[in-house]
């Protein structure tokens, strides 16, 4: 069992920054893929960046490739995603994802474990 909480999200303006956190409880933190998705109100959760196991092959979606960075720390159990050159648009409840398992980054049927959410908000 892994339990993930978010942290970071916020309101900040277009054009501004943020970093989501996501802390990782358990031993076993470098055996667990790491994703990030985000969600509005009523719509499918959609892909936002992947990291795998060793954290040397990420992926994006197109839609934020270029502005988001995602990264693991595994001395500190956590995964992070730097958000830069935010836009309205990028405004969704993320949530942080795992899985041991085989692994589709993509896709959110892929991962086992999520966060609670964190809201960002992003006015223009």
């Known amino acids: 069992q892994v339990q993930l909480v978010e942290s970071g999200g916020g309101l900040v303006q277009a054009g501004g920054s943020l970093r989501l956190s996501c802390a990782a409880s358990g031993r076993t933190f470098s055996s667990y893929a790491m994703g990030w998705f985000r969600q509005a109100p009523g719509k499918e959760r959609e892909f936002v960046a992947a990291?795998?196991?060793?954290?040397?092959?990420?992926y994006y979606a197109d839609s934020v490739k270029g502005r988001f960075t995602i990264s693991r720390a595994s001395a500190a159990n956590t995964v992070y995603l730097q958000m830069n050159s935010l836009k309205p648009e990028d405004t969704f409840v993320y949530y942080c994802?795992?899985?041991?398992?085989?692994?589709?980054?993509?896709?959110?049927?892929?991962?086992?474990?999520w966060g609670q959410g964190t809201q960002v908000t992003v006015s223009s």
């Open positions: 990291v795998s196991r060793s954290g040397g092959t990420t």
């Open positions: 994802a795992s899985t041991n398992g085989a692994w589709n980054p993509t896709r959110p049927e892929a991962y086992v474990y």
